[in-house]
């Protein structure tokens, strides 16, 4: 690797290789990544495929998304495509979308903030967080921005070119990953690499190269920094990657997961009469199936499973000072969530979604009679549905329970009618009268 020094940064010189001679796979690019690149190359602009989608193709993946590097700025990128829309976060960016597809272009952003002298376009907070990003600079500049060595690979499939700055090929092919300069220094500019790097170490069975996994046991704690808001998607990029149990198993082993979920780590660090907690891994290997398959994964169902141990917990809390079943779910559902929403901002919608999905196994467990049409007809019902076995599964809720469940969704009018006859009134308690005629 050639080094070019200039006034206050070296410059890495890329390495080229032929797509082709690495045995990339040309047709796993989207057509519509394709006609973005081809549209900025015809207005005159640079155009790469670059980070994961580049990274996937030369392991044989297919890409989750393609995002694209130019020398176009925002604007410029805007005004070569009609479906484009400039979005403007903590980096601008251009989204051009087709139908459901949407390919990212950035433009390339200039080096890190500490190298400069003007503070006043990188704005770095107290613990060197990158505050403010937005400043344009050349390709080799921006290779130095990425996180990951496996990350900064730029790909043009017109000539067939693969540049590699800093010896990404070499850490893909042997599984490693590395981040670009000093781990913990980029860490603290974006906490958020610490979970990125996780994320990937899970997603791609690739190792953490020491220095870049000592550097997070080191500054886990910076995590705090990271806006809540943000921490939403990062939570759901986390679990709903098809490699949810082995996130979080490096998660914990790094205790990264404590810091996104302290009261869950909290709970399941004591055991259940004796046994370790299970539902949650079981939950997660259970959503890394479903993405498998294919099926749908939902976030309100995700932080429903994340966050129900300190709901039980807080719901026995509740149950041991007087308040009668129902109450005590709202009461732990209400401690559960606001607790959480501290450190990750969960969307409004998605946490009333969650209390229905935990209030849907209480009256699951009752299965009273004049509840039992009203919950098959909820918009959330195969959610709890899905909730219930996995309770089933680990014994916290009764086997025939749930097989009953099943057995009615698929059941004519006439069967429904016997098998809630065979309930007996449903709730004792509620209905003592009843009980005696019947
Ligand atoms: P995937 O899309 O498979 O989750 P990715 O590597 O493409 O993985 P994106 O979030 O799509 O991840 O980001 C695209 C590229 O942008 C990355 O590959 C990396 O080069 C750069 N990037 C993204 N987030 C960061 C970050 N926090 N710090 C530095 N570079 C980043
Ligand atoms: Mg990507």
Redesign the pocket.
């Known amino acids: 690797m050639n080094i070019r020094t200039t006034e206050s940064l070296n410059y890495f010189q890329p390495s080229t290789y032929s797509g082709k001679s690495l045995g990339l796979n040309k047709s796993l690019i989207s057509r519509h990544a394709m006609t973005v690149l081809k549209g900025l190359k015809k207005n005159g602009y640079d155009s790469y495929l ?4 580049v ?2 193709l030369l392991l044989g993946l297919e ?3 393609f ?1 694209v590097a130019t020398n176009a700025r925002p604007d410029q990128v805007r005004h070569v495509f009609r479906n484009a829309r400039v979005i403007g976060r903590r980096f601008k960016i251009v989204h051009v979308r087709f139908g459901r597809e949407v390919i ?1 272009v950035a433009t390339y952003r200039s080096a890190p903030a500490s190298s400069h002298q003007d503070q006043s376009t990188h704005r770095i907070g107290e613990q060197g967080r990158l505050l403010a990003d937005n400043v344009y600079g050349t390709r080799d500049e921006d290779a130095m ?3 990951l060595s496996v ?2 690979l730029y790909y043009d499939p017109a000539t067939d070119e693969i540049l590699d700055y800093h010896d990404g090929l070499d850490d893909i092919q042997h599984g490693r990953l590395r981040v670009i300069g000093e781990a913990s220094e980029r860490y603290r500019e ?1 906490p ?2 610490m979970l ?1 790097v996780v994320r990937f170490a899970a997603k791609l069975g690739f190792e953490i190269e020491p220095s870049a996994s000592n550097a997070i046991d080191k500054n886990v704690g910076l995590l705090t920094n990271v806006p809540a808001a943000r921490l939403f998607d990062e939570v759901l ?1 986390l679990f709903h990657s098809g490699s949810a149990i082995a996130t979080f198993e490096k998660l914990r082993q790094h205790g990264l997961f404590e810091y996104l979920f302290p009261a869950t780590e909290h709970i399941l660090n004591s055991e259940e009469e004796g046994f370790p907690r299970t539902f949650l891994p079981l939950a997660l290997k259970n959503t890394d199936k479903r993405i498998l398959q294919g099926k749908p994964v939902i976030p309100s169902f995700l932080y429903a499973v994340l966050l129900w141990e300190p709901f039980r917990y807080y719901k026995e809390i509740a149950r041991s000072q007087g308040a009668n079943e129902y109450d005590s779910i709202h009461q732990a559902a209400d401690q559960a969530i606001v607790e959480q929403l501290s450190t990750v901002a969960i969307p409004r919608r998605y946490t009333a979604q969650m209390r229905e999905i935990w209030l849907m196994q209480y009256f699951f467990d009752q299965r009273r009679s004049r509840q039992v049409f009203r919950l098959l007809e909820n918009r959330k019902f195969r959610a709890g549905y899905d909730f219930l076995l996995l309770r089933a599964s680990v014994g916290q809720a009764k086997p025939e329970i749930a097989e009953w469940w099943t057995r009615i969704q698929d059941a004519d009018e006439d069967e429904r009618r016997r098998m809630l006859k065979s309930l007996t009134g449903g709730s004792k308690k509620r209905r003592p009268r009843k009980k005696k005629k019947s």
């Open positions: 670059v980070g994961g989608c990274r996937d890409p989750k998304d995002d990212e921005r990425r996180d990350n900064a974006d958020v690499r990125r990029k």
